[in-house]
């Protein structure tokens, strides 16, 4: 089993419920250290009941995790192949996001690999399952510190805006600002202009409310603000990087006057305990992940659809980025200005 991108609360879920499921069926269990880069140098580190013992409620991931992709490395794929078969593995389960399990669908299509995905990312924007677990955490942390943000805005009449993950959508700004009562949210997939974003804190004023809290994802393409620094192996910038957070709250307090401050939230959204629906659906996806390998079902991915765990081809999960439904937007809308 291997975990790769970016950590998330319920990764060592995942590998506690996969564990205890082929455990009891007589299999070894073998863990990958830091992502693909394990197959790549063949780090392997068995992984026994006592290893797996205490893993529900810790965040991060006890094997490590990396952003490489064998692909773009000279000869990456054949030390992945030549690693997994002298190491007498028969399967691989991957805990990842549009990344990692791209990286398992190409090794699936082009090689017949063994391997079966597990989705996990804060960002929830993987498409074929309904939810991704480090979603549900991720919010809930933005949401409390949009809570604690509220009281201290509301004492010094401020506008707050808050910097939050997301990457290319804009899932974990539109719930914890709802969930937050956000007076403005800027999501990449919805964008307005600042003068619009000012027009709706004035408004607020008026009606004499001389706070306001302001959520932005950090993927947002804001007027003046450019991507910068070197791209990852899968071609991503670092966004915290931009600054988008940063520059609007400038020109909120330019344009209107406002006395603004930002909070950028950076890892913590990543770090810490998964909530309790987090620990389920990790619990859900590492059992069904298993099942899938006794199956032999592979080349497929654990997905939750309704209240279902079903599995899907990593092909269908990996071809487009899902997006934030414009109908859940708008009833964020409602409670703007
Ligand atoms: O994909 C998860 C994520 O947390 C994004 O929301 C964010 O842009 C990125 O990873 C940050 O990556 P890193 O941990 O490499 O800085």
């Known amino acids: 089993m291997l975990t790769g991108g970016g950590d998330c609360p319920g990764l060592n879920a995942v590998i506690r419920a996969v564990g205890r499921r082929v455990m009891v069926r007589g299999h070894e269990f073998v863990g990958i250290r830091e992502g693909w880069r394990g197959l790549v140098d063949g780090l392997f580190e068995p992984l026994g009941p006592r290893e797996i013992s205490g893993l529900l409620p810790r965040g991060g991931t006890i094997i490590g995790t990396t952003r490489t992709n064998p692909f773009k490395l000279e000869g990456g794929v054949d030390r992945v192949l030549d690693n997994f078969r002298s190491a007498g593995l028969d399967a691989l389960v991957a805990i990842g996001g549009e990344d990692t399990l791209g990286v398992a669908a190409r090794l699936h299509a082009e090689d017949s690999f063994p391997v079966v995905g597990v989705p996990k990312t804060i960002d929830n924007d993987l498409s074929a399952t309904d939810y991704t677990f480090g979603f549900d955490t991720a919010v809930w942390v933005a949401t409390e510190a949009i809570d604690r943000l509220h009281t201290t805005a509301e004492s010094h009449n401020r506008v707050m805006v808050v910097e939050v993950m997301g990457r290319h959508t804009g899932?974990?700004?539109?719930?914890?600002?709802?969930?937050?009562?956000?007076?403005?949210?800027?999501?990449?997939?919805?964008?307005?202009?600042?003068?619009?974003?000012?027009?709706?804190?004035?408004?607020?004023?008026?009606?004499g409310k001389d706070f306001s809290i302001v959520v932005i994802s950090e993927g947002y393409?804001?007027?003046?603000?450019?991507?910068?620094?070197?791209?990852?192996?899968?071609?991503?910038?670092?966004?915290?990087?931009?600054?988008?957070?940063?520059?609007?709250?400038?020109?909120?307090?330019?344009?209107?006057?406002?006395?603004?401050?930002?909070?950028?939230?950076?890892?913590?959204?990543?770090?810490?305990?998964?909530?309790?629906?987090?620990?389920?659906?990790?619990?859900?996806?590492?059992?069904?992940?298993?099942?899938?390998?006794?199956?032999?079902?592979?080349?497929?991915?654990?997905?939750?659809?309704?209240?279902?765990?079903?599995?899907?081809?990593?092909?269908?999960a990996t071809a487009n980025l899902k997006t934030v439904d414009p109908a859940l937007y708008s009833v964020a809308e409602v409670f703007f200005g």
């Open 171 to 207: 899932w974990i700004a539109v719930m914890s600002g709802i969930a937050g009562g956000a007076d403005v949210i800027l999501i990449p997939e919805q964008p307005i202009s600042i003068d619009e974003a000012c027009d709706d804190i004035r408004r607020r004023h008026e009606r």
């Open 221 to 316: 393409e804001l007027e003046g603000v450019a991507d910068a620094g070197e791209l990852d192996q899968f071609g991503h910038v670092r966004l915290s990087e931009r600054g988008v957070g940063a520059a609007l709250a400038h020109e909120i307090e330019r344009r209107t006057g406002f006395e603004t401050r930002v909070t950028v939230l950076g890892h913590v959204q990543r770090g810490g305990t998964p909530t309790a629906f987090d620990r389920v659906l990790a619990t859900r996806f590492g059992v069904h992940a298993a099942d899938m390998v006794s199956r032999g079902e592979f080349g497929k991915m654990a997905s939750l659809r309704g209240t279902q765990i079903v599995s899907v081809p990593l092909t269908e």
